[in-house]
């Protein structure tokens, strides 16, 4: 198995990717391979493995990244338009929430692609298991612990793309096995994976052997028991079972800390910017969490080098996609989804604009002293996140995902930005695709906390009077949480002493204001990550209403005119294409968006 995993290069794997039953346009239109099933393949482990290979080779194919980046940020308030996007009709109509279902981004060919191939490799286990006997019981129960949890994460960004979708879990392989699909309410689709899920992460690998190609970790860029976990934690806070969720999280971080303590605490240094312990001194409900500092050196931003730049696969990464582009023509293995709507970056210059630009409520959060996203000038993360267009910050484009690396040095007056883009000879498309992290899980355990915690009177037990009111447990743990992940961000080279910046937890009087403060967080650690709008969208679906996002994404669309934004919860998510209601009887379209077809024979969900 570590021949195909390691590089996945050969053609080998190309060929692998194509065996699979693959949607192809029209509605989970699935392409017969009677070669696939025949005797003459499905015979040994080795063509479960190319199989499974295979599947991640299409989660980096374009397609599949555009859309994580295009469904999970552009109709947040971290993106406005950038280079060129008014000449893509697609592109500029997402932004300015114009969405037709002719719209390319509707297109869930990618996705339900994974979702075939993932359910063949499910289906096909036990019968190679037959006639192989190395691929032993406990190998067939990784292998398919892994595939549905490649499976389910595609189904998650599904549901939270369009809501409701067609779901299946069975292996289609014949002509006859195809058949018109109805769509599936997203909430009883979410409970499904969350139980499909908990039943097979017991059999996940919790590692994989060591490897030596310095571009690949198999513990990272395949799933292991911590992914499917993260995936876990994060499906039960969209469905607002929130104590599996901090239980989920806290499995995770058990692990995380193992491999710390055997991996990484002898050699950490702080000047060489090593994995370090960060810790609040009033939590108590953990040892701390051991998170890369931002300081190295006399500089900073050594935690976004670690993790993004270089050859990525940091110990914070839980699960990432790897890419590679080495000179080997492997053109397939190349990110363009980062240099094409994110853009590129030379040395001495801010060349290679993006499609996609940070929105200027973003842009403008420090240098003006707004403070509404980034709380002070000290946030690493303003620099390390956005590419100013100039000292003036007078306009700006995506830098995470798009510098190579960063190096920050700051004065006794503005912190001075000082990039190093492409210095390392790594280009944009050599960015792995991270799809979770080890503070992403932080901050969604916070969350959960916030929703499960409140504030509790404080009474004097002399007279029995309410004097005040303070956070339970739940509160205090959460605000720790949260904290923890501020403050490896600000600008000091000390895990303690901030000189009064890092976050108090008095300042926080209500439950209202904890969650938000978890939110504004999660969007200064996770931007441009392809985070912003679930995070956005999640908390409309707890509420039953479209008033969170009104109130953080309507200003940068309402000031080009007066068009009413997000009448209603279904105009979150994105019209059904059009040529899959065409071709499927069973789905129709929503409601919402049937007005923005001419044919009459375009068919509406009444």
Known sequence: MKNYFNKIKSLVLVGAASLAFAACGDFLYIEPKTFVSEENFWNERADIDQMLAGVYVKMQDGNFINRCIMWGETRSDNITEGRGAADNLDIYRTLKEDLKSTNSYCDW??????????????????????????????????????????????????????????????????????????????????????????????????????????????????????????????????????????????????????????????????????????????????????????????????????????????????????????????????????????????????????????????????????????????????????????????????????????????????????????????SADNRNWIFYRLTDVMLMQAEALIQLGDFQDVVDEATGEVTGSEMDDNLKRAFYLIWTVNRRSIMTNSTTSVHGNELKITAYKTKNEMLDLCLKERQRELMFEGKRWFDLLRQCHHEGNTNYIRGNVSAKISSGGSKALFLNYESLFWPYAKKEVRNNPDLNQKSYYGADDDDDNFKLNN
Request: aromatic share 14%; charged share 25%; hydrophobic share 30%.
């Open 109 to 426: 060919t990618s996705f339900y692609a994974v979702i075939s191939q993932c359910n063949i490799i499910i289906d096909r286990c036990a019968v190679v298991a037959e006639k192989d006997p190395t691929f032993t019981e406990s190998d067939v129960k990784a292998t398919k612990a892994e595939a549905a949890a490649l499976r389910d994460l595609c189904y998650f960004y599904l549901v939270r793309a369009f809501k409701d979708v067609p779901y299946y879990t069975y292996a289609i392989q014949a002509d006859a096995d195809i058949k018109p699909l109805p769509a599936v309410n997203g909430d009883q689709i979410v409970k499904s994976l969350i139980e499909d899920l908990d039943s097979v992460a017991p059999y996940a690998l919790k590692a994989f052997p060591d490897d030596k190609n310095s571009k690949y970790n198999s513990s990272r860029n395949r799933i292991t028991q911590s992914a499917i976990y993260a995936i876990l934690a994060d499906l039960c806070l969209w469905d607002g079972q929130y104590q599996r969720c901090v239980d989920y999280c806290d499995k995770i971080f058990e692990y995380k800390l193992k491999e710390y303590k055997e991996d990484f605490s002898k050699s950490t240094s702080l000047t060489q910017g090593s994995v370090v312990m960060f810790k609040n001194e009033n939590d108590m409900w953990s040892e701390g969490f051991p998170l890369y500092p931002c300081f190295q050196d006399k500089t900073f931003g050594n935690e976004y080098n670690q993790i993004f730049g270089k050859n990525g696969c940091s110990f914070e990464s839980i699960f990432e996609l790897a890419f590679t582009n080495d000179g080997s023509n492997d053109s397939y293995l190349t990110n363009g989804s980062i240099a094409s709507l994110y853009g590129t970056f030379k040395s001495g210059g801010n060349n290679g604009r993006g499609t996609l630009a940070c929105s200027d409520k973003l842009l403008n959060d420090v240098y003006n002293a707004n403070y509404k996203v980034f709380d002070h000038k000290n946030d690493v993360r303003y620099f390390t996140s956005i590419r100013p267009e100039d000292e003036q910050y007078t306009g700006g484009y995506v830098g995470k995902y798009v510098y190579s690396d960063c190096q920050i040095e700051t004065s006794t007056t503005n912190p001075n930005h000082k990039q190093m883009g492409g210095t390392s000879g790594v």
